[in-house]
């Protein structure tokens, strides 16, 4: 009995060990979404699903999503690693910001403990539209939900900017009109002429002083003669 109790504990122990071993290798994450949410190439309604990475040593950037009980496969899903800088003991999943009324877009997934986690590439059409949408840049590809994963692995990977929000164009500005000829300065008033003196002066004593500057002359000569 003994035994028997010893080889149950030493096999559960065996079965954790490897249990956890998996869970870290293909980072195996059970979450239930409470509406929703929308993969790249899929929307999935509200449920539990098991999110893993495939099982493959030269590609670690293949995400696959199945049902809670692994046995239906919804999708498989191109990634590549998306580093933060701080991580945390629980999974972390993050998504972009949508209209109200439509599915949130998920951006990128963590798995506990890891500074580097998986940011999906949505098909290049979809890209876009979500890009102009959330106003943040998206992976894309030329990539269907059909797509092999071996394919997958070799699909060249570009970011699809945000378009430039359009600027309103400044209305025209009117154009200044032309200043006024300054008015030409008024002539300086011409200096006041000088008034004109009466003409009252009499010119009898010139005559006078004439007959006597004369008389005394011709005295002057009669003398000398």
């Known amino acids: ?28 994450t059970v979450v239930t979404f409470s509406q929703p949410v929308e993969l790249p190439g899929i929307v999935l309604p509200a449920g539990t699903y098991v999110f893993k990475l495939l099982d493959s040593e030269s590609n670690r950037h293949i995400v696959q999503v199945f049902d809670k009980n692994e046995t239906h496969l919804y999708t498989t899903i191109l990634a590549i690693p998306n580093y933060r800088l701080e991580p945390t003991g629980a999974t972390v999943m993050r998504f972009a910001e949508r209209p109200s009324g439509t599915p949130e877009a998920m951006r990128a997934w963590f798995y506990p403990g890891d500074n580097f986690g998986q940011e999906f590439v949505y098909p290049k059409s979809r890209a876009v539209n979500l890009a102009a949408e959330t106003k943040v840049p998206v992976l894309a590809a030329e990539v269907t939900p059909q797509t092999k994963p071996e394919e997958l692995a070799k699909a060249p990977v570009e970011t699809i900017a945000p378009p430039a929000e359009e600027v309103a164009a400044p209305p025209p500005v009117a154009a200044a009109p032309a200043p006024e000829p300054a008015p030409a300065p008024a002539p300086a008033p011409a200096p006041p002429a000088a008034p004109e003196l009466p003409a009252t002066a009499s010119e009898i004593p010139l005559v006078a002083l004439a007959g006597v500057t004369s008389l005394v002359f011709a005295l002057l000569l009669r003398r000398i003669s």
């Open 1 to 28: 009995m003994f035994k028997r109790a010893l080889t149950f504990i030493c096999c559960t122990l065996l079965f954790a060990v490897f249990s956890g071993r998996a869970d870290e290798w293909n980072k195996k």
